[in-house]
């Protein structure tokens, strides 16, 4: 066993983000970790339920040694081992957001040796995060750019403060990864959307946010918002938000959600989610802020060169920089290029030995 690697929980970002990408890098290349002063600068610094729920959900999928797991530890070890297929299942008990638990879990499920069926329960649309419908829609087009997919089924909502979603997420794992070359961002195809309220909330809300969001995109031609009210089974308790994809003539999507808060105005929590998409097709970025970061781990991973074109680079992805770096021994480069930047990796071309090449 080699000597355990010290992650700092509390640099740059120092949230959630260390956690998930210490946690997903380790499983996959075996290397050990002990992550300390985890969200130390935070009001309740420790894990909350949905880092804890993540962590042992990796740790179930790669048979690992883990010390330290409690709500409120500020340090882990995790000491991995083999990526098994199977059906996992995690629960936050909260409003936690699923797609963090998606975000830690997606890249070891893809390098398994087998399969991988996962449940996740917790918040579907959940604050501080990307809302559900965001990572199937937009971040797994990107995913797919890398070769490899998943499939993905809402069988309940989850919303704060109660939780209770669950998605059901079925991975086929990939033998490699391909490097991407996201330089060319192409013209806006069209820019679609959905606009939902849920539980005792009037449709109106739904339209409102659509309203809100088309008046921000106003210089774009083709649009289509979809309002519509979830049905009780589907979603009992009271939300409402929209989310925003836009595809583009280069194969590119990009992406932006909101959701409602109380005493904010309906029509803004739509002109907040037009506003973010509509700066980042101004910044002439082929990712978005969402997907920024979330793509670095697998740029680490991939076989030979990837290069992708952003706008501002966002602590988060500078986050993710740091820990890959420190974690897989590769070097990032960030070039400014007229009013973007292009970040660049020479990835590992990690192989997943349980899978033959097609």
Known sequence: MSDILEINGNVLEGGGQILRISISLSAILGVPVRVTNIRAGRSKPGLAPQHLKGIELVADMCQAKLKGASIGSTEIEFIPGRIRG?????????????SLLLQVALPCALFADAPVTLDLKGGTNADMAPQIDYMDRVFRVTLEKFGADFS????RRGYFPKGGGQVRVEVKP???????????????????????????????????????????????????IHSYKE??????????GIILSCNLSSGCVLGSDALGKRGIEASDVGRKAGENLRRTLESGACVDP????????????????????????????????????????????????????????????FMNKSIPRE
């Open 231 to 240: 049905y009780w089974q589907m979603a009992p308790d009271n939300c409402n």
């Open 152 to 155: 993905m089924e809402i069988l």
């Open 290 to 349: 969402h997907t920024q970061d979330q793509v670095i781990l697998y740029m680490v991973l991939a076989e030979g060169r990837s290069v992708v074109r952003t706008g501002d680079v966002t602590l988060h992805t500078e986050t993710a920089i740091y820990i890959a770096e420190i974690i897989a021994k590769v070097k990032f480069s960030i070039k400014a290029d007229a009013e973007q930047n292009l970040i660049e990796c020479t990835g590992l071309g």
């Open 86 to 98: 199977g059906h996992y299942v995690a629960d936050t008990k909260t409003a936690g957001s699923i």
């Open 174 to 224: 990939v033998q490699c990864l391909k490097s991407i070359d996201l330089t060319d961002r192409g013209d806006v195809k069209e820019i679609t959307g959905t606009s939902f309220v849920a539980g005792s909330l009037p449709i109106k809300l739904s339209h409102l946010m659509a309203e809100g969001a088309k008046r921000e995109l106003s210089s774009e031609k083709n649009i289509k």
